[in-house]
């Protein structure tokens, strides 16, 4: 079984900073994509950013400038750097990546969630 256990600081004032973070466990031989995705409350789940194998990022135009995206291949860990952030950015946060547990069998996994609340 694979799991992916997101953490980071949910309260913060419009402006500040804060980083999530997500951890993979379990059966894992190896981590292609990596991303997060939010959703807020009464709106649909987006992409916010992705981070490939490779290192090649792609981000949301709504955080482009303000978040970036790192990976921890070591750690099997990705994060999200979030930086200036507005009360807009309020939403539950999601971590998914595409695992394979074996040399031919992969899927997608996703977290629980971690919400994140931008107010003064």
């Known amino acids: 079984q694979v799991q992916l256990v997101e953490s980071g600081v949910g309260l913060v004032k419009p402006g500040g900073s804060l980083r999530l973070s997500c951890a993979a466990s379990?059966?894992?031989?190896?981590?292609?994509?990596m991303g997060w995705c939010r959703q807020a409350p009464g709106k649909q789940r987006e992409l916010v950013a992705t981070i490939m194998i490779t290192g090649i990022t792609n981000f949301a135009d709504s955080v482009k400038g303000r978040f970036t995206i790192s990976r921890d291949n070591a750690k099997n860990t990705v994060y999200l750097q979030m930086n200036s952030v507005k009360p807009e950015d309020t939403a539950n946060y999601y971590c998914n990546s595409y695992i394979f547990s074996s040399p031919s069998y992969g899927m997608s996994y996703w977290g629980k969630g971690t919400l994140v609340t931008v107010s003064s």
């Open positions: 379990g059966r894992i031989f190896r981590i292609d994509d």
